[in-house]
């Protein structure tokens, strides 16, 4: 049995309106492989960070830093939805414009909206299938964090312009340091096994987060663990508190930046082995089925098979297409045979 068929009683046939339970559940492991901006202001703000505590065993209060949800879904939404743009597989929303982002004009028919869910502006709504949390770093932040003076150089490759006059464009910005990691877990409700594999094809394509992320934030994303059941999986913020107690018994000095991946990566899985002893939590794909799963979906995501995998899945879709157009139809008869109606009265 393939990693995939282990994962079909989780796994939806087709796309259907309401739920029913199925879960699967990912362990992401988001490493910066750069220096990072994680803020919900302007320049010059502190990066995002909650005070919490350390550790189950360890209760004292700690400052870890947050990738908070919409920092990760934005940038692998934008990823997938680049790839849909490529194989003109955005439809056009009411107005006759493509589907966009941030434009409170949704096409509801995409791939994009039918996973990730629309609301504003559109005429119907779906919530979306791709339940996130913030992620937490493993350490305190006061060890991940460093300043950065900033200044602006002239063309002539000098801080003086053509008078002579110094420039005073200095600013200085926290940035979170390379090699910082964030644990994720990311559920997924009710997808297809298709929608599964854009789903994760989309967080292990992404490589930039965050703010001016056309120069910083690079991040290297990695599937730890696949889980099955009919609930959720322990919050991220419980899976770094029993890494960081593991930590504790395992080192006898302090913990501090930069933390060894290997060597996290394993504290990790033995975390997350007794997991499917909790209550609701059915399967854990092993070592070789989760290696099989990733081969799968980076074969699907291929240049050899990427427009038949996407096309394939945007298909999937179409008998709900028919009903939405149908329903907006019969809609706008109803109404035209009401005015109809009121008139010859």
Same mark, same amino acid.
């Given at each position: 049995?393939?990693?995939?068929?282990?994962?079909?009683?989780?796994?939806?046939?087709?796309? #259907?309106?309401?739920?029913?339970?199925? /879960?699967?559940?990912?362990?992401?492991?988001? /490493?910066?492989?750069?220096?990072?901006?994680?803020?919900?202001?302007?320049?010059?703000?502190?990066?995002?960070?909650?005070?919490?505590?350390?550790?189950?065993?360890?209760?004292?209060?700690?400052?870890? @830093?947050?990738?908070?949800?919409?920092?990760?879904?934005?940038?692998?939404?934008?990823?997938?939805?680049?790839?849909?743009?490529?194989?003109?597989?955005?439809? =056009?929303?009411?107005?006759?414009? +493509?589907?966009?982002?941030?434009?409170?004009?949704?096409? #509801?028919?995409?791939?994009?909206? +039918?996973?990730?869910?629309?609301?504003?502006?559109? $005429?119907? %709504?779906?919530?979306?299938?791709?339940? =996130?949390?913030?992620?937490?770093?493993?350490?305190?932040?006061?060890?991940?964090?460093?300043?950065?003076?900033?200044? %602006? !150089?002239? $063309?002539?490759? =000098?801080?003086?312009?053509?008078?002579?006059? %110094?420039?005073? %464009?200095?600013?200085?910005?926290?940035?979170?340091?390379?090699?910082?990691?964030?644990?994720?877990?990311?559920?997924?409700? &009710?997808?297809?096994?298709?929608?599964?594999?854009? @789903?994760?094809?989309?967080?292990?394509?992404?490589?930039?987060?965050?703010?001016?992320?056309?120069?910083?934030?690079?991040?290297?994303?990695?599937?730890?663990? !696949?889980?099955?059941?009919?609930?959720?999986?322990?919050?991220?913020?419980? @899976?770094?508190?029993?890494?960081?107690?593991?930590?504790?018994?395992?080192?006898?000095?302090?913990? #501090?930046?930069?933390?060894?991946?290997?060597?996290?990566?394993?504290?990790?899985?033995?975390?997350?082995?007794?997991?499917?002893?909790?209550?609701?939590?059915?399967?854990?794909?092993? $070592?070789? #089925?989760?290696?099989?799963?990733?081969? &799968?979906?980076?074969?699907?995501?291929?240049?050899?098979?990427?427009?038949?995998?996407?096309?394939? @899945?945007?298909?999937?879709?179409?008998?709900?297409?028919?009903?939405?157009?149908?329903?907006? /139809?019969?809609?706008?008869?109803?109404?035209?045979?009401?005015?109809?109606?009121?008139?010859?009265?």
């Amino acid at each position: 049995m393939s990693s995939i068929e282990k994962l079909n009683p989780f796994f939806a046939p087709a796309y #259907e309106n309401f739920p029913k339970g199925r /879960t699967i559940g990912l362990i992401v492991l988001r /490493t910066t492989q750069s220096e990072t901006i994680f803020r919900t202001e302007g320049s010059g703000e502190p990066m995002c960070n909650e005070f919490v505590q350390a550790g189950v065993k360890n209760t004292s209060i700690i400052s870890r @830093l947050v990738m908070t949800k919409r920092k990760q879904i934005a940038p692998e939404r934008r990823k997938g939805r680049e790839s849909l743009r490529l194989y003109e597989l955005l439809h =056009t929303n009411k107005d006759g414009s +493509f589907c966009s982002l941030n434009t409170n004009a949704p096409c #509801e028919m995409c791939i994009d909206c +039918f996973l990730y869910g629309f609301a504003a502006g559109g $005429e119907g %709504a779906q919530k979306s299938r791709i339940w =996130t949390e913030d992620a937490f770093s493993v350490l305190p932040s006061t060890e991940l964090i460093g300043d950065r003076t900033i200044n %602006a !150089i002239y $063309e002539n490759g =000098t801080m003086r312009d053509e008078n002579g006059k %110094a420039s005073t %464009a200095l600013n200085t910005s926290e940035y979170i340091k390379p090699g910082v990691h964030f644990l994720d877990i990311v559920t997924l409700k &009710d997808v297809t096994a298709d929608e599964f594999r854009y @789903l994760v094809g989309n967080i292990l394509l992404t490589s930039r987060y965050g703010a001016v992320s056309s120069r910083v934030g690079r991040m290297e994303n990695e599937i730890l663990g !696949i889980f099955g059941g009919m609930t959720e999986l322990p919050s991220s913020l419980e @899976l770094v508190q029993n890494i960081y107690d593991l930590m504790q018994e395992y080192s006898n000095e302090s913990i #501090e930046h930069p933390v060894q991946t290997g060597n996290l990566i394993k504290m990790t899985k033995q975390v997350i082995s007794t997991w499917v002893n909790k209550r609701g939590i059915s399967i854990q794909l092993s $070592e070789e #089925e989760l290696t099989e799963l990733i081969a &799968d979906v980076d074969q699907h995501w291929s240049i050899d098979q990427q427009e038949q995998f996407l096309k394939r @899945l945007d298909q999937s879709y179409e008998p709900f297409r028919k009903t939405v157009t149908e329903n907006k /139809t019969q809609k706008s008869t109803g109404k035209k045979a009401k005015a109809a109606k009121n008139l010859e009265s």
